[in-house]
Nanobody, 121 residues
Framework: QVQLVESGGGLVQAGGSLRISCAASGSIFSINSMGWYRQAPGKQREMVAYIRSGGSTNYADSVKGRFTISRDNAKNTVYLQMNSLKPEDTAVYYC???????????????WGQGTQVTVSS
């Protein structure tokens, strides 16, 4: 099995910064994309950012220029550096990874349990 464990969430004032991390562990042969999604109360889950194994990235328009996604392939870990945070960034942030478990398996998507990020005004 594959586990994704997020860490680093918390409470921060508007304009502040926070970095969240997600470490993948378990039966892992390789990881394709890794990314972050978020879900605010009463809203649908939305993509925030993702990074492919080669390092190319995509961001939601709402976070471009403020958030930076990166990954450490040796540690199977993805990071999200969040700067200039706004109250509307408040949400539960979920890690997502597209994982190949062994040479013969197809890639599957896995989710973390989520970490709360709260931005006060």
């Amino acid at each position: 099995q594959v586990q994704l464990v997020e860490s680093g969430g918390g409470l921060v004032q508007a304009g502040g910064s926070l970095r969240i991390s997600c470490a993948a562990s378990g039966s892992i042969f390789s990881i394709n994309s890794m990314g972050w999604y978020r879900q605010a109360p009463g809203k649908q889950r939305e993509m925030v950012a993702y990074i492919r194994s080669g390092g190319s990235t995509n961001y939601a328009d709402s976070v471009k220029g403020r958030f930076t996604i990166s990954r450490d392939n040796a540690k199977n870990t993805v990071y999200l550096q969040m700067n200039s945070l706004k109250p509307e960034d408040t949400a539960v942030y979920y890690c997502n990874a597209n994982v190949v478990r062994d040479y013969y398996s197809d890639a599957e998507y896995y989710w973390g349990q989520g970490t709360q990020v709260t931005v006060s005004s």
